[in-house]
């Protein structure tokens, strides 16, 4: 091995968002794999809206990414060398390898993926991380019926377009929140949505109550911030909110905004409830096979925006903070 | 009949905490029963944090009190004439009985109960809505399992006393929260609590830390505020909030101070959810005869505050809000 292996690694702890100086770009000899292991050449990296966690120095549901280390991502990429017993060089496999070029990689967390069955970006997607997030969330969480007002924000992400595409397969009414008129449209012409409302351009407190005359049942919230005080002003009696993220707070420098409606969830006798995607690992599997089906059948669209070369990670990484995806953000790192 | 009847009436929607001017002490003829009513003699009046709440003129779970109207508040009595064929004169009833000497009634929500199985404040505190709201908020939305460490706010209120110890004859571990060194060996000496906080006196996030090392894995939430706030930052995994109430917030002349820390339910998948005692109304039956059991055999201990004379109704309120009473807070209107 005589290749080079470029990474970047968190330099400093963001105040904000990240800036340039946040990043250590380096380079390093590509390694060998020891016993046990495999060497893979990443392709194409997951940027989530949960790494700006990552980057801070706080107790959360996974352990902060040190200084120094090479910053932590879902990625998929194919193994180039293996002393792994079930690993074949030219397999493809989708795992935590880090943003950069080349990851060695015990099989822990590995998962062998097939490109014949679905582009590999959807497997950081639909099939992936957001994907499961989605599924788990809404249906395990939030627990929709049919005839169910379903509101979700972000609802134009990677895990949001997820969640209304499946609460729309179970028969709920499903009101998405998205910044910008190109994504509401999105959201209603390509994906089914029944109503999208901007909230760069609309009151969304109005909105919800425009297009929700029922109350909201279940609110599947990606955002935070004011969207989320919004719509506890719109419960249904007996409403579940899920708590799967809060992009709007993620950069913070001032304390977080903690929902001052939250008194709705007596007078409606609802709830708020957080989750975490690792929780249902044991099941990735069914849940994969299920939306592929759907997906086959065309109920389900997977939808990735894809940005090129791994220089262009720390400002691809902002574009998630920017609103500026529609889909699953992923960055691209190599061509097969 | 000639005799009069007295009543606080609602004057004005309260700004922060009620002011005397907030209230009309009225003066009226005592009416007679209709056919299907009965006339009550109003002994002791509820006096709970949630009826300031009515005074606003907000959607809620239950319609505001109307301006001129009597001020709505649970009460025992004695029924003095009665053209209901289920009540008889010198029948000891409970009921939404109002503010006043007398009150006219027809049956519903008129409950018969016996003196000689207990005190009759006791009618209005561990046998009635707030033992009622401590018994299912905890047992049903708290869901605590033995060896669970429980955390109550407003740990020597009416609400508060009775989660604490229903959860102690549960084998939980707990913790209450309440303002001043007497209320907290009170919750200690007499109540069996494992620890207390004085909130007046202590940083509550650190002594939580200290009292829970294990974590919160029952939140039983009567104030809100920055308590909410501190016992956020203390949950066990899969933690349930119960949100029974805000007394912190509820004279605010500013927007309700929402959870700051409410991403704590994401990494720890958590839950925060809302109650009304009211939907419980089919199984009161079931909780009394259970709670009755438990103060028979000397594990449930009912505290009752009593205040005398109708005139000290608009003063007695705030001692709700002051944090002055131990235990339930009952205005006694009269002497039988």
Redesign the interface.
């Known amino acids: 091995m005589h290749a080079t292996n470029h990474q970047y690694r968190l330099a400093a702890r963001p105040v904000g968002m990240p800036k340039a100086e946040d990043w250590h770009f380096t380079e390093t000899p590509v390694g060998e794999p020891g016993d046990g292991e495999v060497l893979v050449k990443v392709l194409y990296v997951s940027l989530d809206p949960a790494m700006r966690g990552w980057m801070n120095d706080a107790?959360?549901?996974i352990k902060p990414v040190g200084i120094g280390e090479v910053m932590r991502a879902g990625a998929v990429g194919r193994v180039t060398a293996s002393r792994h017993p079930q690993f074949a060089v030219g397999d493809h496999v989708v795992g935590s390898l880090g943003v950069q070029e080349y990851a060695i990689a015990d099989g822990k967390g590995l998962t062998r993926v097939d490109p014949r069955l679905a582009p590999l970006p959807v497997y950081l997607s639909t099939l992936g991380m957001p994907g499961m997030t989605a599924y788990f969330g809404l249906l395990d969480i939030g627990k929709p019926q049919a005839g169910n007002t379903v509101v979700v924000s972000g609802a134009a992400g990677a895990v949001g377009t997820v969640v209304g595409q499946i609460a729309k397969i179970k028969d709920c009414r499903v009101v998405g929140i998205a910044g910008g008129k190109d994504k509401c449209a999105y959201l209603r012409d390509e994906l089914g949505f029944d109503a999208a409302i901007d909230y760069k351009g609309e009151d969304v407190k109005k909105a919800l109550a425009q297009h929700c005359p029922n109350g909201i049942d279940v609110y599947f919230d990606n955002v935070?911030g004011d969207i989320l005080?919004a719509a506890l002003t719109r419960l249904a009696r007996g409403a579940r909110i899920v708590?799967?993220?809060?992009i709007s707070?993620y950069n913070n420098t001032t304390?977080?905004?903690?929902?001052?409606?939250?008194?709705?969830?007596?007078?409606?006798?609802?709830?708020?409830?957080?989750?975490?995607v690792f929780?249902y690992a044991d099941r990735y599997a069914v849940a994969a096979r299920e939306m592929a089906g759907w997906m086959a059948a065309g109920k389900l669209k997977s939808r990735e925006d894809i940005v090129s070369g791994l220089d262009r990670f720390p400002d691809a990484l902002l574009m998630l903070f920017r609103g500026e995806n529609t889909g699953k953000l992923v960055l691209q790192v190599a061509i097969e």
Chains 1, 2 share one sequence.
């Open positions: 107790k959360s549901y935070g005080d708590i799967c993220g809060a707070q304390p977080v905004k903690g929902p001052a409606n939250y008194l709705s969830l007596l007078v409606n006798r609802a709830s708020m409830t957080g989750m975490v929780d």
